[in-house]
């Protein structure tokens, strides 16, 4: 499992309003809102249940800069087209309580902190969950209203309008293991991986040819069944990103002791790591794989089905797996991570305890 720190984005399109008491037009002028990720893409939900869901954060940004700022009531507006499909207002107290600082520079951080380009100038975040609303619906966007207050002018409302769609992928996609294997940690919408830069994300562990995922009379690492199993290229595309320098961790260790000593630390909890650029705003990236087993370098062509490694337990992994997703980006934690289908898979949903056999 990898547990990267949130990016920064592109911000959508802003829309203010005042419903509350006369203020000053400057503090209007000065907070406002954005949405995590830009693009919010809807997903179907595991089983037949003909439901989908969708997960994004509010950032509540003050060009002023002041200290004192909080949410104090919020509104939700779920619409297909000018169809208001729900309305839900969330109570004063549960608002305080969601109140997050995910992308927000800690004030004691230096200039040479490592998570500093991963962050974003706000004030604070909202996570906002919307899970296992009806696909019927046909939902294309989401009114977020909040109302704020600031210690030096009256209540502020504040209105954002966030776009969804269903991402359609463009690229064909080669599952990165020849051999079965089985999620063991799904998407956001099964427990899984949450945060904009993974939450569509999957972690695979690999099985033998009886689909037992240990291996008898081995121990450490080689008594997973995946060791070693060679990583595939989804697909045709440039490697924008090669790391092949962390070690992997014994079973029973703390992943972090090992890769907050190494140079880049951040970008280390994702182990030994290629990303590939398949040229059309799609980007593969694979985790996790063993130390010493990546053969591909930034600027490498590759072609699909190409072994660009070997599955292993670099970064922060709990045991020997793969991570893999899709995203929009070439950055490691700054971009947004994108629903993501195999054409030699049948599975599409990505639950715990699925297994997977290429075909």
Wanted: proline fraction near 8%; hydrophobic fraction near 40%; aromatic fraction near 8%.
């Amino acid at each position: 499992m990898t547990r990267p720190f949130p990016a920064a984005t592109a911000a959508l399109v802003l829309a203010a309003f005042l419903v509350a008491p006369p203020v000053a037009p400057a503090a209007l002028a000065d907070i406002h809102l954005a949405s995590v990720p830009a693009h919010v893409y809807k997903i179907a939900d595991p089983g037949r249940l003909k439901t989908e869901s969708w997960y994004f954060n509010v950032l509540v940004r003050d060009n002023a800069q002041r200290e004192g700022v909080k949410a104090v009531h919020a509104v939700l507006e779920v619409y297909a087209g000018e169809q208001l499909r729900e309305t839900v207002t969330l109570p004063d107290s549960t608002v305080v309580r969601m109140r997050g600082m995910n992308y927000r520079m800690p004030p004691n951080a230096d200039a040479t902190t490592p998570k500093r380009p991963l962050l974003l100038d706000n004030v604070f975040d909202i996570r906002l969950s919307f899970p296992a609303r009806p696909i019927g619906w046909k939902a294309d966007r989401v009114r977020v209203t909040l109302t704020l207050e600031a210690p030096d002018s009256g209540p502020v409302t504040q209105s954002l309008d966030v776009p969804l769609a269903t991402y359609v992928q463009k690229t064909e996609l080669l599952f990165p293991l020849k051999g079965p294997a089985i999620v063991t940690q799904g998407q956001i919408n099964n427990a899984g991986h949450a945060g904009h830069s993974n939450q569509f994300a999957i972690d695979i562990m690999g099985l033998n040819a009886e689909y037992g995922p240990m291996v008898t009379g081995k121990t450490g690492n080689e008594e997973f069944a995946g060791w070693g199993m060679a990583i595939l290229a989804p697909a045709a595309g440039t490697v924008v990103y090669a790391r092949n320098d962390v070690p992997d961790c014994p079973p029973d260790g703390e992943p972090a002791d090992i890769y907050m000593k190494l140079p880049e630390p951040v970008q280390a909890s994702a182990g030994n790591c290629v990303i590939i650029d398949h040229g059309n705003g799609e980007f593969s990236a694979m985790m996790h794989m063993q130390e010493g087993s990546v053969t591909v370098r930034v600027g490498d062509a590759v072609t699909a089905g190409q072994a660009v490694g070997k599955l292993g337990h670099s970064g922060d992994a709990f045991g020997v797996h793969l991570h893999y997703q899709l995203q929009d980006g070439p950055k490691l934690f700054q971009a947004s991570s994108l629903p993501v289908s195999f054409k030699n898979v049948r599975e599409t949903s990505f639950s715990r305890g699925a297994y997977l056999t290429p075909h």
